[in-house]
């Protein structure tokens, strides 16, 4: 077939009317700037032939541009760097899908620049410009690609939307949207970006499940500051990416930048905000603004700068920094039995609700359990830290100090060879290391788990729980009902004030009880747990003599000695079979 473009300024037409089979093509690569034509429309709907439009000069000028009203899909359209559409509605569109666009000139519209309808499969490649009122790409359907090595700019709207699934898109060009610069409504999008996307609201906005969104080294993705909520991401509505569906996953090894709402808060609003279920963050970049990760067990991985604040939200969610990476502002945990791993450079982490698990790492660290049982992991790397356990039954551990290390929660200070001189605040409970550890409690009820070493463990007037652990251990209760364990090697145990339980098992060693009171009832020795003894009248005929003043109890083997202890004082009240 053939069209005259030279002069007529009609609307032209390629149809099926007079093709037998194969594709057929339309070119224009040598009408001059002033030829033009209002409008192009492909309908070809024959199974075994398929359309080719070239466009290498200035010709489409009107209301419809190029529209691809074929039913079955599989038209092309090459657009060259000298060709251009200029359009009063939409510069591109199509009904069906499984098209191929090659965009290298410039589209200009007042509607959308590419409206892609049908149920997708179609392909635009663009290294040339998209100006557009609306979106500058409007995509339904499943499995589009779309690859931009050019610029795309939404005078409007959005520079890019896709309504349908596993849609991908690459961008090495620029993207910018009045609203969002790339706007994804579906589940299972891939998205590549190493140039540059902004948008006033949002950079990329997401509401659909099972995202992964990709910044690369030379990649930007900018928020902007439009009505009050702005983004880089946001997987919902409103912020650089957002998403408020199923776990999606953003890795970041370039930029995202919001900007600042001075009206609101003076502070970035969000950079990055995830309102759906377990989301999945990693940056190696830079993130100037707020990070939000609204709901589900989301993971956030930094090894990157982050200029902003942290919100992790409501579920059990896990931040790890890595190396030098650094937050400079806030870490919240929200709700949710959080996790939180500190780098190399000073953090600061606060837990939040609920029962949170927080090491800080390398650096001079500021951890804040704030309400919940939380379990803070003391470092080993010399800095002096501030542990605040706030609200509940807090723990601090040392376990994996090597070293000696003396904590005292009454004067609120720990102090060792590896752990430099830590401030303890809020803390009820403390854990040992291997070395000959000496902890103090407080008022409050607490634990003190000594570990391996010969280990000195006094708790304060709360109703405690000690734990001696390996080695010859000196525990002492203070005021309170306590639950003494001395553990494996010779341990001195001494309950103070009020009834106390000491508790035995099996390799126990020879052991010293120095105030067990006959006459408290309320005062026991547990040896449940101890084999060879299996009842009062066991212990009594076999287990049990008088060595000068002190009662003494063996098993065959280790020997609890009760200092000034009668042993006919004793009876089956004393003791826990």
């Known amino acids: 077939m053939a069209v005259d473009l030279d002069q007529s300024g009609n609307q032209a ?22 030829n033009t034509v209002s409008a192009i429309l492909i309908n070809e709907n024959r199974d075994d032939a398929d359309a080719l439009l070239i466009l290498d000069g200035r010709v489409i000028s009107g209301v419809d541009g190029v529209e691809i009203t074929s039913s079955d899909g599989g038209e092309g359209i090459t657009l060259g760097t000298t060709g251009g559409i200029f359009a009063a509605e939409d510069g591109i569109s199509t009904v069906a899908g499984n098209n191929t666009l090659t965009l290298a000139g ?40 779309v690859t931009v090595s050019g610029a795309i700019v939404s005078g409007g709207q959005n ?73 880089a991401v946001t997987f919902q509505a409103g912020d650089v990416a957002d998403g408020v569906g199923g776990a999606s996953t953003l890795v970041n090894h370039g930029s995202l930048i919001s900007d600042t709402v001075s009206e609101i808060t003076n502070t970035a609003v969000a950079v990055w905000d995830f309102s759906g279920q377990a989301q999945v963050f990693t940056n190696t970049g830079d993130v100037q603004g707020d990070v939000l990760l609204q709901g ?39 709700a949710g039995f959080d996790t939180f791993r500190g780098g190399d450079l000073s953090d600061s982490f606060f837990g939040g609700d609920q029962a949170d698990n927080m090491r800080g790492g390398a650096g001079i660290d500021s951890l804040f359990g704030e309400a919940g049982n939380d379990l803070i992991i003391g470092d080993t790397d010399g800095a002096n830290d501030l542990y605040d356990g706030g609200t509940g039954i807090d723990t601090v551990s040392y376990a994996e100090a090597v070293s000696a290390v003396r904590a005292n929660l009454t004067l609120q200070f720990a102090l060792g060879s590896e752990i430099g001189v830590d401030r303890l ?56 009902f306590d639950t003494i364990t001395g553990g494996t090697g010779n341990d001195r145990l001494t309950g103070a004030f009020n009834a106390d339980t000491f508790i035995f098992a099996n390799g126990f060693g020879k052991d010293i009880i120095t105030d067990f009171d006959s006459s408290n009832s309320a005062e026991k020795i547990d040896l449940s747990a101890v084999a060879n003894i299996t009842d009062f009248n066991d212990l009594a005929l076999n287990h049990l003599t008088q060595v000068g003043a002190n009662a003494v109890i063996s ?23």
Do not use: W, Y
């Open 13 to 34: 037409q390629i149809n099926n009317s007079n093709v037998r089979d194969g594709p057929f093509f339309l070119e224009t690569e040598d009408v001059r700037a002033t």
């Open 106 to 145: 410039m589209i200009s519209a007042d509607g959308d620049g590419v409206a892609l309808g049908g149920d997708g499969l179609n392909r635009v490649m663009l290294s040339g410009i998209i100006s557009s009122a609306l979106d500058g790409i409007e995509a339904a359907g499943n499995q589009n690609k």
């Open 159 to 231: 520079g890019m939307v896709f309504n349908g699934n596993a849609n991908t898109v690459v961008v090495s060009g620029s993207v910018e949207g009045t609203l969002d610069g790339i706007r994804l409504v579906g589940d299972g999008q891939n998205v590549k970006i190493d140039g540059l996307v902004g948008g006033l609201d949002n950079g990329v906005a997401l509401t659909g499940d099972g995202a992964k969104i990709t910044v690369g080294t030379t990649g930007v993705v900018r928020g902007g500051d439009n009505g009050g909520l702005t983004s």
């Open 296 to 334: 589900g067990d989301d993971t956030m991985t930094n090894a990157g700068i982050i200029i902003g604040n942290i919100s992790v939200g409501t579920g059990n969610d896990s931040f790890t920094t890595i190396g030098t990476g650094a937050v400079t502002g806030k870490i919240d945990g929200g």
């Open 425 to 480: 605040v809020g803390v009820e409970s403390l854990t040992g290391g291997s070395g000959d550890d000496s902890l103090t409690g407080s008022t409050a009820a607490g634990t003190f788990s000594g570990g391996a070493g010969n280990d000195i463990l006094s708790a304060g007037s709360g109703n405690d729980v000690l734990l001696g652990g390996d080695g010859a251990d000196t525990i002492n209760g203070g005021a309170g």
């Open 555 to 577: 098993d065959g083997v280790d020997t609890i000695t009760l200092l000034g202890v009668q042993a006919t004082s004793l009876d089956s009240n004393d003791f826990i079979f």
